[in-house]
């Protein structure tokens, strides 16, 4: 299918694999039961799904992800993300410095978040029951309820913010 360049486009399927690359304009995606892969988007993006995985790669807009039940992979975002699911791992990575606000969410995950040292972002990451890991500095052992570190790159710019209910927290810096 052709979709003209700079129209907004939505996509609703029940079953089955989308998979998007090469366009321009704002784009909404919802699936029931299957997996979405969006490639090289000139826009902005929102996807929702309940049951399937969801794969993002080098979107220069705003992208916000939504998963059920289904892990979320983010790849050299160009713009802010939200990055939510209530059963799956979140990754985030990229190899530009990362300038935006993410905020990575999991009910029952771990999380990721790979990111270069030139960066200039400000991150918290938040786990009740799991670790965090490659984040040095500012340590909170939490509370009973609560373990929670900090960490500024840069003058802290951007911000992130990195939590999950049952998981681990991976936070890598090159």
């Known amino acids: 299918m052709e979709i003209p360049a700079g129209l907004f486009t939505e996509v609703d399927c029940g079953n089955g694999i989308v998979e998007i690359s090469g366009l321009t304009g704002k784009m909404k995606v919802r699936t029931d039961n299957g997996e979405v892969n969006v490639f090289g988007l000139n826009g902005s993006l929102e996807v929702n799904t309940d049951n399937g995985r969801v794969t993002v790669s080098k979107v220069t807009g705003s992208v916000t992800a939504n998963a059920r039940n289904g892990q979320i992979l983010v790849e050299d975002p160009g713009g802010d993300v939200q990055a939510r699911t209530q059963n799956g791992d979140i990754?985030?990575?990229?190899n530009l410095p990362l300038t935006k606000s993410y905020v990575l969410s999991s009910s029952h995950g771990s999380?990721?978040?790979?990111?270069?040292g030139n960066s200039d972002l400000s991150i918290e990451?938040?786990?009740?029951?799991g670790s965090i890991s490659g984040m040095n500095n500012n340590y909170d052992p939490g509370t009973a309820q609560f373990r929670s570190?900090?960490?500024k790159l840069g003058g802290g710019m951007g911000s992130a913010r990195l939590s999950t209910e049952n998981g681990n927290i991976q936070v890598y810096v090159e």
Do not use: H, K, V, W
């Open 91 to 94: 990754e985030l990575s990229s």
């Open 111 to 116: 999380l990721d978040f790979g990111l270069p």
């Open 125 to 129: 990451a938040r786990t009740r029951n």
């Open 149 to 151: 570190q900090t960490i």
